[in-house]
């Protein structure tokens, strides 16, 4: 839809209010979601700024970056204005937000809460369209030996099998272990068998001396940990 606003080109506007100059002079963190993927693009079309272009298309995201970050090349150039240069360079920008993320996480190593297993898993599961089951191997300081994926699944579920993951467990000489996986609808609502499966692998956890400390269910920006709701 065109807007019917009267159009003034950013070369136009106030300095201060210009993207690029605000970021100068006020810091980045005086800038909108919009006025940042405007800096990205560079540029709007003919009838639109960047800034408004970049509106455009995170109120079609529902103002959600994560919604945005799903988006590929071919959806962004979808957006009047938006070309493949542009819709690469926000793409990229969005990834690298994610890898940051992630490498914050794995610095941080040692598990004390379940919002660490979030950030440690949220990296790396990404943008799946796709069900994965992982666990999380942890030494008797709960810091983290490594992750293995379990194995992965189409959308509407995944098998973890408890003989290959105790298995990996015991090779790794982990002390315990976090299991983790998604749920592409976004829901973190635990299934009937997500509820049998915790249940299964803790009581064989509980039997091998490798307790299995929590077990997350990841969704868009939200996660559900059985430890936190009293489930395990």
């Known amino acids: 839809m065109e807007s019917s606003k009267e159009y003034f080109p950013i070369s136009q506007w106030a300095e201060g209010d210009r993207p690029r100059e605000k970021l100068l002079l006020k810091g980045r963190q ?11 693009m ?21 103002d959600n970056l994560v919604v945005l970050s799903k988006l590929s090349v071919k ?9 493949e240069a542009k819709a690469i360079s926000i793409i990229a920008a969005l990834e690298l937000g994610k890898r940051r993320r992630g490498a914050e996480a794995l610095e941080r190593k040692k598990i004390t809460a379940s919002r660490d297993v979030f950030e440690y898993f949220s990296a790396i599961f990404g943008d799946h369209t796709w ?21 992965e699944g189409g959308i509407s579920g995944t098998v973890a099998d408890p003989k290959k993951i105790f298995k990996i467990g015991l090779e790794n000489n982990a002390t315990s272990l976090i299991l983790c996986h998604n749920h592409p609808s976004g829901s973190v609502k635990p ?8 249940r299964k692998l803790k009581n064989a956890g509980e ?15 939200k996660y559900y940990s059985f430890a936190d709701e009293g489930t395990l």
């Not at 005086?30 to 990205?40: G, M, Y």
């Not at 299934?191 to 915790?198: G, R």
């Not at 039997?207 to 920006?221: A, F, Q, R, S």
Request: glycine share 6%.
């Open 207 to 221: 039997m091998l001396d490798m307790p299995i400390l929590d077990h997350l269910i990841l969704g868009d920006e």
């Open 191 to 198: 299934s009937d068998a997500d509820i049998k499966l915790t």
């Open 75 to 83: 959806d962004l150039m979808k957006f009047k204005g938006v070309g």
């Open 42 to 62: 560079g540029s709007g079309s003919r009838n639109e700024s960047a800034v408004d272009l970049a509106k455009r298309i995170l109120r079609e995201s529902n």
């Open 30 to 40: 005086s800038l909108s979601d919009a006025e940042l993927i405007a800096i990205l």
């Open 131 to 151: 069900e994965a089951f992982y666990i999380l191997l942890l030494n008797r300081a709960n810091k983290v030996i490594r992750h293995i994926q379990i194995s």
